[in-house]
C-alpha cells in the first residue's frame, strides 16, 4: 500500500467525514500506539515500533498544536508504512518532518502518510478549489486543518488548483522548494542566495519587508532556469518567520508576460 492509501484506509475505516472529527491521537491509541511527551534533545519526534503495537515519543519542549499534531502523525506514518520492516527505531528532526522529494525516502512517506491523514484530498480540495491562490488562502487552510502553514502550503502545491511554488528560506539563502506539476519553472537548486528583487530579500536586510502579493521577474528567483524569458512576470507573496530568521515565498503565475 502507498503512504496516502494507508491514511486513506484509516479515514475509511473510522467513518471520519470532515476535518473536525479527526483526532490523530484516538486512531493512534485504537492502533496500539501508546503517545508519551520527554525530553528529545535531537528529535521533535520518535517510535519505537513491532508489527502490531509502538510507543510514539513527542519532543516535550513541542509547543505548537499544529506541529504536536503533525509529529504525532508523521509517526504514525513510520509505523504504518514501515512495520513490516525490520528496522523498528526511528527518530525523527525538524528537517525530517519539513523534508520534501528529499534523499530520505522513509521521511517522505511519513509526511505523504501525514498529509493525506490531515489534510485528506477530498476535504483539501472542497476547501481550497473555489479560492484563488494566495497566503491569505493558505493561512485559512493551515488553520482549519490544524497544520503549519508550510505544511499547509505544500499540500497546495501537490493537490492545489492553481500552479504555483512554495520556497524556504533561512539566513538569506534558499532550503528547499516545491512545485506544482504545471509551474513552469522548477530549477532552483538549495543554497541559491535569495534575490535582491525580492520582496523575501528585504527581511533578510532588516528592512519592512511587503506581505501582499506583487509582481516580480520570474528572472530573479529563476535566472539559472532557460526557460524564463525576460518579460516573465510571477506574483510574488512572503510570510515572515522572524523566530527562525526565515521567510516562507510563495509564487505563482500572472497573466503579465
Known amino acids: 500500500m502507498k503512504p496516502e492509501e494507508h491514511a486513506a484506509r484509516l479515514i475509511d475505516e473510522y467513518c471520519i467525514s470532515s476535518p473536525k472529527e479527526l483526532n490523530v491521537e484516538e486512531i493512534a491509541y485504537a492502533e496500539n500506539l501508546f503517545i508519551k511527551d520527554a525530553p528529545l534533545n535531537n528529535f521533535l519526534g520518535m517510535i519505537n515500533y513491532k508489527e502490531s503495537h509502538g510507543i510514539i515519543t513527542l519532543n516535550s519542549n513541542i509547543t505548537d498544536k499544529g506541529q ?3 509529529t504525532i502523525t508523521h509517526e504514525m506514518g513510520h509505523f504504518f508504512n514501515e512495520r513490516n520492516k525490520p528496522d523498528w527505531l526511528r527518530g525523527c528532526k525538524i528537517d525530517d518532518l519539513s523534508s520534501f522529494k528529499s534523499a530520505k525516502r522513509n521521511e517522505d512517506n511519513a509526511n505523504i502518510f501525514a498529509a493525506e491523514l490531515l489534510m485528506h484530498r477530498p476535504w483539501f480540495n472542497d476547501f481550497t478549489s473555489k479560492r484563488d491562490i494566495n497566503f491569505e488562502l493558505i493561512k485559512e487552510a493551515a488553520g482549519y486543518f ?6 499547509a502550503a505544500i499540500r497546495y502545491i501537490n493537490i ?3 500552479p504555483a511554488a512554495v520556497i ?7 532550503k528547499w522548494s516545491a512545485f506544482h506539476d504545471y509551474f513552469p519553472f522548477k530549477f532552483l537548486p538549495k543554497g541559491f542566495a535569495v534575490p535582491k ?3 523575501a530579500f528585504d527581511f533578510f536586510k532588516g528592512n519592512t ?13 529563476f535566472a539559472k532556469d532557460y526557460k524564463v524569458k525576460v518579460s516573465t ?3 510574488e507573496q512572503n510570510v515572515a518567520m522572524p523566530n527562525y530568521n526565515s521567510v516562507l515565498t510563495l509564487l505563482w503565475e500572472s497573466e503579465f508576460d
Do not use: E, H, N, R
Open 68 to 70: 504536536k499534531i503533525f
Open 146 to 151: 490544524s497544520v503549519s502553514l508550510s505544511a
Open 160 to 162: 492545489g488548483k492553481y
Open 168 to 174: 524556504y528560506s533561512k539566513d538569506g539563502v534558499v
Open 197 to 199: 528583487d525580492s520582496a
Open 209 to 221: 519587508m511587503q506581505t501582499c502579493s506583487d509582481l516580480v521577474p520570474a528572472k530573479a528567483w
Open 233 to 235: 512576470y510571477l506574483y
